[in-house]
């Protein structure tokens, strides 16, 4: 095991088993060594970043380079180091491992940025400092020029894949509910934007009253529950021409909190019709086919889908209070997974994308706060403390959350991020009130 992957292990901080790929002339063992991460973070990884952008491009390297930082130190796995003492780098030269090696940064990142009309490149390598080799192979990114912020958030995910094993998550999309206004006459409208609060674009207007936006497996289709017609009905709408398709349109039926299957095919849903609330599904090819999935006088909505599409867990009254229940696809063999201490409330349920794990509400006494708990119901933890979170979604890694706060004097919305951990918990930088969150597929 070399050095850095040493230091790796007593830094990580991701809770579970992780895997980390090295370069074929790194690695003694011909299949990938398997790192148990059980520890919390002491220090973040120092990584020292070397983005050069030549005569044309000098400004748009260090945006480049602001955003990448950005996004690794907002991972809290690493902190972007700036030596004084550091070897003359550039891109094209040999890395003076042993210069590198005399300051305390343990991963370095070169890159170079050139710009030739419209058309931006972006070509870059990772290096183990303390290995003294690289870490993978050189990659080159191509886009327009006004892609440069996803440029950058792919860079970062290179860095953050080769360095903790994890999948990436950065070059993704966060759909969310916008809301102003005062609370007697609030505003409510469907939005997305990157992952850290970049690009907001708004998908419906301010008459439209809107709920519940989830996104479609592909990323290309956000579903929102809409009070434009009085009664709440589900609408389909497509990003890139913001054009909303009715799913359901009956006057005398409540249809929300809507969710794709995986593979798209169907949408789980909540339909409330004479004071009764239950769990059904749509065929998306055909919504006038609809399927009701529970069947009782009981509140049962909120479903979310497993990742294999073989179960949904949803959220029911049926015990008395709010409890989480899995049951099969068809509706068969409901079993309920949270029983919850001192008698707490659980809902919003959110199945993690990898499948280990699932998110939820729970609301006490002193508030709600957001935890985690295998698809069994057992190892339940909090992740948050604070008195108003909830709806949690996952990152498309299913290590990160996303959530909404609603604390402060004015019990404003805002959007929070928290790692799997909870000891990373991050305010997104967004400068609208927010809630809702949903995120996205990473982008093709």
Do not use: C
Not at 5 to 14: E, G, P, Q, W, Y
């Amino acid at each position: 095991m070399t050095g850095f992957l040493r230091k790796l292990v007593a830094l990580a901080t991701l809770g579970l088993a992780s895997f980390l790929t090295l370069p074929q002339n790194a690695a003694a063992q011909d299949e990938p060594l398997r790192i148990e991460i059980t520890e919390g973070v002491s220090r973040p990884m120092p990584v020292a970043l070397r983005i050069e952008g030549g005569p044309t491009a000098g400004d748009l390297a260090q945006d480049i380079a602001s955003v990448v930082a950005a996004d690794l130190r907002g991972t809290g796995l690493f902190e972007i180091a700036t030596p004084e003492d550091a070897p003359e780098t550039s891109f094209n030269a040999a890395i003076d491992y042993v210069g590198w090696k005399a300051t305390e940064v343990e991963a370095l990142v070169t890159a170079v940025i050139r710009i030739e009309e419209d058309a931006l490149s972006v070509r870059f390598r990772l290096f183990d400092v303390f290995a003294g080799q690289p870490l993978g192979d050189g990659i080159q990114f191509e886009a327009p020029r006004e892609g440069w912020r996803r440029m950058a958030h792919k860079l970062a995910d290179q860095v953050y894949t080769r360095l903790t094993g994890e999948a990436p998550y950065f070059d993704s999309r966060i759909a969310f509910i916008g809301e102003s206004g005062p609370a007697t006459r609030r505003i409510k409208r469907v939005g997305v934007m990157d992952y850290d609060g970049a690009g907001v674009k708004w998908l419906t207007g301010k008459d439209d009253l809107a709920l519940s936006p989830r996104f479609s497996p592909d990323g290309q289709t956000v579903l929102y529950t809409s009070f434009a017609a009085g009664m709440p009905q589900i609408m389909a709408l497509d990003i890139d021409t913001v054009d909303a398709t009715p799913l359901t349109n009956d006057p005398q039926a409540m249809s929300f909190a809507p969710r794709y299957s995986p593979d798209g095919r169907w949408i789980a849903f909540s339909r409330e019709t004479g004071g009764n609330t239950d769990i059904w599904i749509m065929d998306v090819s055909n919504p006038r086919f609809v399927k009701r999935l529970t069947n009782g006088p009981a509140i049962d909505t909120a479903p979310s889908w497993s990742p294999d599409g073989q179960r949904i867990v949803f959220e029911s009254d049926r015990s008395g209070n709010s409890q989480l229940y899995v049951m099969r696809a068809d509706g068969a063999e409901v079993t309920r997974i949270s029983f919850g201490n001192g008698g707490g409330g659980y809902g919003e349920p959110a199945w993690s994308p990898r499948g280990d794990r699932i998110a939820f509400t729970r609301s006490g006494k002193t508030g709600s706060a957001i935890g985690v708990m295998r698809p069994d119901g057992s190892g339940e933890r909090l992740l948050t403390e604070g008195e108003t979170d909830s709806g949690p979604s996952w990152a498309p890694n299913g290590r990160v959350l996303i959530f909404t706060r609603s604390g402060g004097e004015d019990a404003t919305p805002r959007l929070h991020s928290v790692d799997i951990t909870g000891r990373n918990m991050r305010p997104v930088a967004l400068n609208d009130a927010a809630s809702d969150p949903a995120w996205g597929p990473l982008l093709p």
